[in-house]
């Protein structure tokens, strides 16, 4: 184990000692991940949880809001048996110790109310000023991935892993850093290399290999047929999506097109625009231009490689929702200065 490595789980075994003693005095737990839960909050929730059982002796609810469509996560969710309660059936107010994972209060990708307490946040990215006024907060924006700090949390304690929580984690680094490729640092890497001998092969592949519905093929033909090529940056209009993941995974299946450096993915859920934006580039920074394509609008985040937002109440007449996606193209291309850039489909290719 290398002396940084070595040195950050000291660090973190100082700030577990402490959170632990501190929750130890209190009465019930919630943990409250963002909206649409991925990988990455799924398996730290779950990471969470046990913590907490195996060090104190007890028990939290997992909560989250919106649904889990995408294949992968429902079959996550699914094969490793994590326990989720929807956030609509929970009073945070019956809660003494209420924790936020990778994602923070205020950030629009969580239904928690603005006038909540929130004790606890564990997140990788940038640290919003509203955190800073809970009571416990640990935000790691140098990190790939929340369930690597969890992971580190575990190793601290000295909390044994079994093979459905590792398989959780490992899932979580794998599918959020790309296979390491993506925005992942020593730690993350450390921790997929030490996760995935106690990994269960079988579940993996069930969680990497599920069935797909049909509606996920006619959105892939629907993206195809609606891309619009400016130069290196590539637009899409999904249209309406069966769940809101459905804009993020065309968004990471795009930018792997030859030649185009950033993605911007758009699709209409429920009464709201969503989008998501990828690049290939590690001198943009996807948050920073999320943030200003909603501004006004709606709400934004995200880091280097990959962000994400929406646009609520959204009026669902076919002019309201073309105005949305004209407004968020005219921005983006904006901020690459390819505005008078004539867009090209994938057969002018």
């Not at 929750?23 to 913590?51: E, F, M, Q, T, Y």
């Amino acid at each position: 184990m290398g002396t940084a490595l070595t040195d950050r789980l000291q660090e973190t075994r100082r700030i577990t000692d402490a959170l632990l003693d501190w929750v130890r005095g209190r009465g019930k737990i919630v943990i409250v991940v963002h909206d649409n839960p991925d990988p990455d909050c799924l398996a730290s929730a779950l990471a969470l949880r046990h913590l907490f059982v195996m060090k104190l002796n007890r028990e939290s609810v997992v909560t989250f809001s919106g649904i889990i469509g995408r294949s992968e996560n429902i079959a996550m969710a699914h094969e490793l048996q994590i326990p989720l309660t929807p956030l609509g059936m929970v009073d945070l107010t019956d809660y003494q110790v209420v924790c936020m994972l990778d994602t923070q209060p205020g950030t629009g990708n969580n239904a928690v109310p603005a006038e909540a307490r929130v004790d606890l946040v564990i997140d990788h990215h940038p640290l919003r000023d509203r955190t800073r006024q809970s009571r416990w907060v640990d935000v790691r924006e140098e990190y790939g991935v929340t369930a690597t700090i969890l992971y580190e949390y575990l190793t601290a304690q000295q909390v044994p892993i079994s093979t459905k929580l590792a398989t959780a984690l490992f899932y979580a680094i794998k599918s959020e850093t790309q296979d390491l490729g993506r925005e992942a640092n020593d730690y993350d890497r450390d921790a997929y290399h030490r996760l995935f001998p106690l990994t269960n092969k079988r579940l993996l592949y069930q969680i990497t290999h599920p069935r797909q519905p049909i509606d996920y093929y006619r959105t892939i033909q629907r993206a195809l047929n609606n891309v619009a090529i400016y130069g290196p940056l590539l637009v899409v209009n999904l249209e309406r999506v069966i769940f809101p993941e459905m804009v993020a995974e065309m968004a990471d299946f795009l930018i792997r097109l030859e030649q185009i450096e950033t993605v911007l993915s758009i699709g209409h859920y429920s009464d709201g625009v969503v989008f998501s934006m990828r690049t290939a580039s590690h001198e943009l920074n996807a948050g920073e231009i999320s943030r200003r394509l909603v501004q006004g609008l709606g709400a934004a985040g995200g880091h280097g490689m990959m962000a994400g937002g929406k646009i609520e109440s959204v009026p669902p007449d076919g002019e309201a929702i073309a105005g949305i996606v004209k407004i968020l193209t005219e921005r983006f291309l904006a901020e690459f200065e390819a505005q008078d850039t004539p867009p090209r489909g994938l057969a002018d290719r």
